[in-house]
Every structure is written in structure tokens, then in C-alpha cells.
């Protein structure tokens, strides 16, 4: 089983703070997608990033995929509450099939 | 705005009974999938299906576990004999390519409960 490490696991931050979200791995992923999940909800993508090196901005949200397409970040700049939720990274090692991490669970608090 | 639709949105059922999830994909997508997520543990990966058939499955899709698109738009699990374990959110996903640069569109899941 391919395991997706997603640190930290729980991060509790004031608003207008900054912070990073990890995804790692020791094996390449051939895209690898972040979501974020509402409790009792399915995951809804926030995006997809295929290209060792690859950043993608999301209005606050700072996507990065590693050179080594092992490894994957998630910048939040400026948290806001509305930021609350479990951020998700899944990566595919094969073409259609995906292992997703145990989550990060962000509380922005106001 | 297109999105993938799943019922029922809760089953409580017997042990040893069968159970059959719905699903159905946004209407251009060509690529299903079917995750399951315990209780407070991670999402996992059961199955993909393209073009009719099974491209990709996990160790957890055992025989217990099908999958079908019977009529060109609901795309079913079907789990043979339940097991208390069994018990979970289970999502449906679709998307329009194929994994690599495919984007995955999750219905809201259906809450199976086994007793």
C-alpha cells in the first residue's frame, strides 16, 4: 500500500496567520490533487498538480508539487475562518488509481 | 453547476445482507470511482471503472464488492453479504480524463451502517 504522510495533523491558528501543510511520500506520484473535506461531506478539489516543480495559486492558497514529484505543499496566507476545514492530499501512482492522506484539520480561530 | 448525485444518503442494513449504492456521474465524465472512508479514518480507494469495465481495484475490493453502470448513467457498488465492518461513508467520483490529469468530482456519499 502506498502511504501519503500529511503533516500536521491538526493545526489550530489565529486569523491573518500563515501556514503550511505537507504531503510527502517515497514514492513519485504521477499527479497528486488537494481537496478539502466538510465533515459528513464528499472532498471537493481545490486542484491538481502534475509538473515536478509545479506551483499553482488559488486566490490565498499557494499549491507547490516537488521537483522530485515526491512531496507536495499547501500555503495558506492570511487564514481565515472560512479556512476551517480538513485539507486532503491524494496522489495517483498509477493512471486511475489514488491514495488519499489522513488530513490536516485546520481551525482558524477569529 | 454539473455534480455527481448518490443514494441513498443513508442505508442501515443486516449483517450478511446485500446492499447496492448509486451513484450518478456528472453526465460527460467517463471515468467512475468508488472510495470508502471508516469512521475517522482516511479515504480509500476501492475501484475505478472506464469504458465498461474495471481498470484499476484495491485490496480492499475483494468478491464481496461489484461494480456496474447498468443503463448508461447510474454507476452502482453493490456489496454482496455485509459484514459489521463494512460500515462506512462511501463515495462516488467521476471524472472527465483519465487519472493523471483528470479532476475527481465526489458525491456527498452514502452513510452505510451494518448492524
Known amino acids: 500500500t502506498q502511504l501519503l504522510e500529511q503533516s500536521p495533523q491538526f493545526l489550530s491558528i489565529q486569523e491573518g496567520e500563515n501556514l503550511t501543510v505537507y504531503c510527502n511520500s517515497s514514492s513519485v506520484f504521477s499527479s497528486l490533487q488537494w481537496y478539502r473535506q466538510e465533515p459528513g461531506e464528499g472532498p471537493v478539489l481545490l486542484v491538481t498538480v502534475v509538473t515536478g516543480g509545479e506551483v499553482k495559486k488559488l486566490k490565498r492558497l499557494t499549491f507547490q508539487f516537488g521537483d522530485a514529484r515526491k512531496d507536495s505543499s499547501l500555503h495558506i496566507t492570511a487564514a481565515q475562518p472560512g479556512d476551517t476545514g480538513l485539507y486532503l492530499c491524494?496522489?495517483?501512482?498509477?493512471?486511475?488509481?489514488?491514495?488519499f492522506g489522513s488530513g490536516t484539520k485546520l481551525n482558524v480561530k477569529p | 453547476e454539473p455534480e455527481v448525485t448518490q443514494t441513498p444518503s443513508h442505508q442501515v442494513t443486516q449483517m450478511g445482507q446485500e446492499v447496492i449504492l448509486r451513484c450518478v456521474p456528472i453526465?460527460?465524465?467517463?471515468?467512475f470511482y468508488w472510495y470508502r472512508q471508516i469512521l475517522g479514518q482516511k479515504v480509500e480507494f476501492l475501484v475505478s471503472?472506464?469504458?465498461?469495465?474495471?481498470?484499476?481495484k484495491s485490496e480492499i475490493f475483494d468478491d464481496q464488492f461489484s461494480v456496474e453502470r447498468p443503463d448508461g448513467s447510474n454507476f452502482t457498488l453493490k456489496i454482496r453479504s455485509t459484514k459489521l465492518e463494512d460500515s462506512a461513508m462511501y463515495f462516488c467520483?467521476?471524472?472527465?480524463?483519465?487519472?493523471?490529469?483528470?479532476?475527481?468530482?465526489f458525491g456527498p456519499g452514502t452513510r452505510l451502517t451494518v448492524t
Open positions: 491524494a496522489g495517483a501512482f498509477n493512471f486511475n488509481k489514488f491514495y
Open positions: 453526465s460527460n465524465h467517463l471515468y
Open positions: 471503472f472506464y469504458n465498461n469495465e474495471i481498470s484499476e
Open positions: 467520483a467521476s471524472s472527465a480524463l483519465q487519472g493523471v490529469i483528470g479532476e475527481q468530482y
